[in-house]
């Protein structure tokens, strides 16, 4: 068949194929580029007491970092699954679970706090540098940091149902015992 | 709304009226921020974006601007953080270089088999004996040619 | 009432459509002329009813109907009138049916205009006209139903997006679509003469002045936009490289190209083949516009809201239309060969390639760059952002080419060019080049680019100017006119031509204006209290205060500006940040004051404790851009007028 005969039918069904694939992706997804790299180090002051917290102080402990907001309706449906991270892994020293305030205004997030409840300290982050550092852009996001500061996994979106029990059984639970992440399927 | 414009009317009242230079500051970070995307918008950059994440990472650039980064310094840490994803144009390396050269590539293979068709379409050259005009008819036919052409 | 009427004329339309096509296939099949008669008026009747659908969806909104939910989404109470009654394509199921309206309208129209004249061909056109008008309905009804009814009947409406509240944003899709829509017609006649295994030139000559028209939309509709974004979304620029920006411009590209191609074949009978790919590629393209658009797909500012099942049906029917199109005219293409001769690589038809060859490469490069994150994120799951910057760099110089070629192109004679003739054409646009450059230096532009830009530009007009001027010569010296009449005389006689110099000259106008506005700008970013003021150019701004402002839906504030210029005030402008009471997001309403200059532009940002921030831009020559596209359409219109009986095609 002659050349420019090859050529048509090869993009068309090139560009017929491409539009395919697209129907099934999200072009607002933005894929991670931060699993397996050092988590960015802060210092930031916690929310009720004042207190700064700094990341390299947390080196050799297993860190969850969750992003959140008061207005963000997903934080909201996820913050009764992280009291209950929280209540169940708090009790070993090695674990450590940190909540960022993330584009709020603190009376709100105190407020928010107040009203459903806190069993773990959070950080504000007023100029979203902490946000930026760790390459947030929604909320809620939640960081895995092993013992030597890298991250091991981020999970966008909240933590309910399956994706609570893959952060409590496949993520927190192994490294606490020591064993190195596969994935973080 | 309505207070800070009457507060505004007031300090202009009381305050030295000046000949206002635009921030140098303010001119890179726009410059720096047009490179930027915002990530949660539909294809607007940063310096044009309303939204909060947008004005946070200006105010981002502006403040390492301020401590003397380098735009590369600002980009690479941007694009470090939140993958190329964050820049504006995709950075010249691996498989993007598709995209930087592919227009050119194309042009130019594109006039090449232009130029083979073209001399396989054209005419060849018929050998055929024929006085040759002279200097004053030539002229006058190139003349008569070129006056039709015109209209 | 007004749902069960607009309702029933889309599902008939849809049932109507289906018959046509049914019908226009059988008369291909058994070459039986009521079958034909039956398909057209079908056509007929389908237009008949999309304008009842379209009169009921005008009167829901006019009489604020919101037991529709299209009207609910898209208008409310205090919706200004002019707003109301366009508000009908404001969003995505009433921009479809306006779509699928104005295909119907031109088929319609079609139909009846060549119905004598090209009896084999009618069959053709009908058919793929109902096939293609039973696409849009299929979508329509089952998918994008404006008529759909309201869950609660609300007391007003949600309002329309006040970023559309404007001239230009109103007349935007209507030009577009009638460009898309336009193509459609010398598409269904390309498939026809494909299908037939027939080209002549009557074709072409029948479908010249539908392509005119639909490129003039299609012209018309990207510069609405661009002309929309910079009056009002206040970012002082009016073209992005948005993906759908893009969609829309590489049809055009392609109708340009194809405008161009299909004059050689008037003229020397080549390309035929070629000629069928360009216009197939650039209805396809206006298929993938939509797609790109209403898809979700592509992440863009301009996307309508999307819904997967609408882009899973807009990509089977793009497919369906792809293949058939394509795929016909790799099996019959071949019965379509010309004999191709070229006296010479130095003349008219092969300037015609090379115009088609930059024209491809420049929509190729849209193409490949909307569409690249895609094709990266599918194979390697990595994103990138493929925004203006890369455009800037990589279309600017396949641009400036494009200009010379526009310049060197009518210089060249059909067949061949002896050295002696080029060199006559071109010595005056040379020295004219030569001049206008110096004087621009002059003028104290050192920047290579514009200087380059500006040195095309002075070249071309130089051609444009040379050939008005020969024609009036012979006109002249053939009656014996005066200079002034000699010129008119020869317009007329030949208003194509002249159509075409005058489109060419309206190009020329919107690169100059391209080039100043963009390589020229300042733009400056300050704090303000009143009194303050801050330089602009050759400019003084200074703010003497704000004040409050309100309209029908709306309420805001505007800073008062003096614009002065040597002591002297200029003008005073007045910027608007407005809060529409449908919208919690503030619009800015930027202040402009334009002259064949300079825009003086100027944005309210927002207070803060220091002052007023604002943003003043100072655009060069971004008028030319805006009457440049209308010396354009007054060219094209030129170019339309020139009558030519229809000739009833040989069998």
Redesign the interface.
Known sequence: MKGW?IA??VV?VA??A??????H?D??F??T?LEGKPAMTFAAQEINSGRIWKLEELRGKVVVLNFWASWCRECRAEHENLLQVQERFGSNKDFVMLGVVYQDQDEDARRFLKEWGSNYPHLLDPKGEVGIGYGVSGVPETFLIDRNGIISCKHVGPLVGSELEKVMERWIKPMLAGKELKSCA | ??L??LL??L???T?????????EL??KT?DLSR?L?CLV?????VW?S?SDLAGQMRDHVRDHLRAGESPEQIKAYLESRY?????????RHG??W???L???V??SA??LL??RQ??L???PAVKVEIAALSEEQKRKI?GE???L??? | MTHVLGQFSIMLALALAAAGSLAAVTSIVTAQPAWVRSARNAIYLVFVLLTMAMGALEYAFLSHDYGLKYVADNSNNTLPGFYLATALWGGHEGSFLLWAWLLALYSAVAARLHWRTHPQAMPYLLAISSALLLGFLCLIVFLADPFEAAKIRAADGAGLNPLLQDPGMVFHPPFLYMGYVGFSIPFAFAMAALLRGKVNEEWIRATRRWTLFAWLMLTFGIVLGGYWAYYELG?GGYW?W??VENASFMPWLVGTAFLHSVMVQETRRMFKIWNV?LIIATFSLTL?GA?LVR???????H?FASD?GR??FI?SF??IV??FS?GT??LR?DRLKSE??????VSRE?AF??NN??F??AM??VF??T??P?????F???????????YN???LP?MLAMVVLMGIGPLL?WRKA?P??LA?NTLLPAALAVLGTLATIAAGVHEIYPLFGLAVVYFVFGTILRDFH??A??SQRREGLSYFSALLNAITRNKRRYGGLIVHFGVLMMIVGLIGSSVFRI?????????????LGSYEV??K????VSGPNYS??AAILDVLQAGKQVVELRPEKRNYTTSS?PTTEAAINENWLRDIYLVLDK?TGD??IIKGYLNPLVKWIWSGVMVIGLGTALSLWQRRRLMKEQA
């Open positions: 005969k048509i039918i068309v560009v017929i491409l539009f395919w694939r697209g129907l992706m072009p607002r933005i894929p580029v | 709304m309505r800070i414009a505004l009317l300090l202009g009242l305050v030295q009226a000046a000949q206002v230079e635009e921030d303010e001119a726009r490179q995307r918008c539909q294809g607007e950059n044009e309303h993958g190329d994803f964050v820049l504006m144009e995709p950075p498989l993007n598709l995209l930087w592919g227009p050119f194309l042009l594109g006039a232009l130029r073209l001399s379409w054209r005419k190139d040619l070129a006056r052409e015109d209209e | 970012w992005a948005d993906p790919f993938l797609f898809s979700g797909v592509v992440s863009s500012v996307s997967p882009g899973v990509l793009m497919t792809l293949v394509f005219l790799v293409g191709v001769e070229i006296d010479s690589m092969s390639l090379f060859l930059f491809l490469v190729a490069t490949v760059g569409l690249y895609l094709m990266l994120e599918a390697t799951g990595s994103k990138v952002t493929v925004g203006a910057p890369y760099a990589v279309f396949i004679p002896s002696e003739v006559r020969t024609g010569r012979g733009e400056k970013d300050v704090v303000l209290k009143p009194g303050d003021s801050f330089a200074q703010l205060g704000v004040t409050e805001g504030m997001m207070p002052g007023l």
